[in-house]
C-alpha cells in the first residue's frame, strides 16, 4: 500500500480528518514525498498550532510562500530535482482578498473592510476559515504555478465542517432573520425603526438598550453591503467544488487507530461518495505494531543484568523490572490486536475504494524534516 501514485501523478491533495490525527504531519511529508519527486510542490496549512513550520526548519510561516531550503529537503541525500514551498493561511487576509475581488467598487470595498462588525465576524464566523481555505486553494491552483498541492483543512471536531462550509457561511449571512433585521437599514439608509411596524420597533428598541444604536447601525450596514457580494461568494464555492471533483485531485482521509476516529473516517467515506469527491486513500496514524516476544523470564532477566544502567540492582530489583517490562508488554500488544482489528475494519468497510495506509506509532514526535521522511517511508511504500 502506498501513496506514491497520489504523490506523482495527482495535481491537488487534500488532507482531511478530525483534529488530533496526525493531519498536518501527513500533510507535510507528502509534500516532503512530492518535492523529492521532482515537481514544484505547495503544502498549504490552516493550522493555528505552526507545527508545519518547525518540522520544516522554517522558523515562522505566515500568508506569504516561504521556500524550504533544498538541503532540508535533500536531508543529506542527492540534490532532489524538485522543490518544496509552504503557507500559512492568514484567515483575515484571505477574506480580505474575496471581498477585494467581488465587491462593486473600491468604496462599497473600504466600506465593507472598515466595518468592525466585519473585523470581527470574518475571523470568527461559522464556516469563514474552511471558505477562506478553499477560495485560496482555487486561486493558487488557478495560477497553475505548482505541479503539487496540498492543503491541510482547519483543525476541527468533525471532519465534515469542510465540506459544509460554503453552505452555513452564506446561509448565516442571507438568512430570513438577517433580511429582516436590515429593512429598516435599506428603506431609510439608515438604521431607523420608522421603517418596521411597532411589534418589530418594540423589540429593536429593547435591543438598542443593550448594544447600542450605533452598534446595530453598523451590523445592519454590514449585511446590506455584504449582501451585494453574496453572489460571488456563492460563484466561488461551486467553482472550489467543481474544481475538487476534478480527475486531478484525490482526497486523502487522515485518522488514528482509535474506535471512535475509524468510525468518523468510515462516516466522512460515505459522505464523499455522496458528493462525489475523489477519495485517493486512507491514512491510519499512530498503529501500534504486534512485536511477539520469545524471551523467557530468565533470558529478559540475564539481559538486563547485563545493562550498565542497572548495575548495583539487587536480584529482587531485576525481578520487578522483569515483571514490569512484561506488564508493559501485554499491554502494548494489546494496544496491537485493537488497532489491527480497526484497520481491518476500515479496510473491509472502504479499503476497495482506495488504499489503507498505515503509520506505526513512533517513539518519539514528530518535530523535523528527519522525523518527517521517516513517515515518508511509510507513506510511500
Known amino acids: 500500500m502506498s501513496l506514491q501514485p497520489l504523490v506523482s501523478n495527482k495535481r491537488i491533495l487534500v488532507c482531511v480528518g478530525s483534529g488530533g490525527v496526525g493531519k498536518t504531519t501527513t500533510a507535510a511529508s507528502l509534500g516532503l514525498a512530492g518535492a523529492r519527486a521532482g515537481r514544484r510542490t505547495l503544502v498549504l496549512t490552516i493550522d493555528p498550532a505552526k507545527r508545519l513550520a518547525n518540522a520544516l526548519g ?148 429593547r435591543l438598542a ?58 462516516y466522512f467515506y460515505e459522505r464523499l461518495e455522496r458528493s462525489q469527491m475523489p477519495l485517493g486513500a486512507f491514512v491510519v496514524n499512530r498503529v501500534h505494531r504486534a512485536a511477539p516476544s520469545k524471551l523467557s523470564r530468565e533470558e529478559v532477566i540475564e539481559r538486563l543484568e547485563s545493562r550498565p544502567e542497572l548495575r548495583g540492582y539487587s536480584p529482587d530489583d531485576l525481578v520487578q523490572v522483569a515483571s514490569d517490562f512484561d506488564r508493559t508488554h501485554k499491554e502494548f500488544q494489546s494496544l496491537a490486536e485493537i488497532d489491527a482489528r480497526e484497520v481491518q475494519r476500515l479496510g473491509e468497510r472502504a479499503g476497495k475504494r482506495a488504499p489503507v495506509v498505515t503509520v506505526p506509532f513512533f517513539d518519539q514526535d514528530i518535530y523535523d524534516v528527519t522525523g518527517l521522511s521517516q513517515m515518508v517511508r511509510y507513506l510511500s511504500g
Open 58 to 205: 522554517l522558523s515562522t510561516l505566515g500568508h506569504d510562500v516561504q521556500n524550504v531550503p533544498s538541503e532540508k529537503v535533500a536531508l543529506g541525500g542527492a540534490p532532489v530535482a524538485g522543490s518544496l514551498d509552504a503557507m500559512m493561511l492568514d484567515q483575515k487576509r484571505a477574506f480580505d482578498e474575496i471581498v477585494a475581488r467581488y465587491a462593486k467598487d473600491p468604496e462599497s470595498q473600504k466600506r465593507i473592510m472598515g466595518n468592525r462588525i466585519y473585523q470581527q465576524i470574518s475571523s470568527t464566523l461559522a464556516g469563514s476559515h474552511e471558505y477562506a481555505a478553499m477560495a485560496k486553494l482555487y486561486e493558487i491552483a488557478g495560477e497553475k504555478k505548482y505541479d503539487l498541492i496540498i492543503l491541510d483543512t482547519p483543525p476541527t471536531a468533525n471532519a465534515l465542517d469542510f465540506l459544509d462550509a460554503p453552505e452555513r457561511l452564506t446561509s448565516a449571512i442571507d438568512s430570513p432573520a438577517i433580511q429582516w433585521f436590515t429593512k429598516p437599514y435599506l428603506s431609510a439608509g439608515r438604521f431607523s425603526l420608522k421603517a418596521v411596524g411597532m411589534g418589530a420597533a418594540f423589540v429593536l428598541k
Open 209 to 266: 438598550r443593550f448594544v447600542g444604536s450605533a452598534f446595530l447601525d453598523d451590523m445592519a450596514q454590514f449585511f446590506v453591503e455584504f449582501n451585494s457580494i453574496l453572489g460571488g461568494f456563492k460563484e466561488r464555492a461551486r467553482e472550489v467544488f467543481d474544481l475538487l471533483r476534478g480527475s486531478d485531485v484525490a482526497f486523502v482521509l487522515v485518522s488514528s487507530a482509535e474506535p471512535a476516529s475509524v468510525d468518523e473516517a468510515i
